[in-house]
């Protein structure tokens, strides 16, 4: 009795999940082909449906054809599956599972890749903030520089100037003024306080005496 597979089994077998197999199965039953049924309905395959079936995989993934023109092409009462396996390498379901684990090794490498790049450009973005940050400091920096060395020449300038002497010469010449007018003022109350000090007959020509001596 020839060997009958379920349909999990059978998935199993061609490498593939069962809605992809159910997938397939439902195209081929449209192109005409005829699976097995037990009497639940349930589908039974057999090697002979194991063969079909890589030979329509084999066409679809290797040699390019469309899911319907593979399924009119091994659909046909001539078509041998033989004749597209022998040049065909089907992969087992042993060889399926590594390529799947590789796949998802090689999505999760990508996923990680991704995230290293989105680093990368929020640090290219950070270097590039604080270069014109640093930027800005230089230019203020130059501009103190400049301002200061604007202040230090005004004030060389100043100490410079041929006007100082003269404006020296006015200082003392106010000086002196405000010397003079102190002196007179002693001098107007030491003669006071001698008008007071005297008798009031004698004090008109002390008076007069003093005020000759002031303004001598």
Do not use: C, W
Request: hydrophobic letters at 40%; aromatic letters at 6%; charged letters at 20%.
């Amino acid at each position: 009795m020839a060997a009958l597979y379920a349909t999990g089994a059978f998935a199993e077998q061609l490498g593939i999940s069962k809605a992809s197999l159910q997938h397939y199965i439902t195209i081929l039953e449209e192109h005409g082909y005829e699976v097995r049924r037990n009497n639940r309905m349930h589908r039974q395959f057999s090697n002979e449906d194991l063969m079909i079936l890589r030979a329509f995989l084999a066409l679809n993934k290797h040699r390019g054809l469309k899911l319907k023109e593979a399924a009119q092409t091994v659909t046909d009462p001539k078509f041998e599956p033989a004749e597209i396996l022998q040049h065909d390498i089907i992969p087992t379901s042993y060889q399926v599972s590594q390529f799947e684990d590789l796949s998802n090794s090689m999505e999760l490498l990508a996923t990680h890749i991704y995230g290293i790049e989105q680093k990368n450009i929020q640090l290219l973005t950070l270097i590039e903030e604080q270069r014109t940050q640093n930027e800005l400091l230089i230019e203020q920096n130059q501009t103190l520089k400049q301002q200061f060395g604007v202040m230090m020449q005004h004030i060389l300038d100043q100490a410079n100037e041929p006007s100082y002497p003269v404006q020296q010469r006015q200082l003392d010449r106010v000086e002196q003024q405000n010397s003079a007018i102190m002196s007179a003022l002693n001098k107007l109350n030491v003669a006071q306080q001698e008008l007071h000090a005297t008798p009031l007959p004698e004090s008109e020509k002390q008076v007069k005496g003093l005020i000759g001596k002031l303004f001598k």
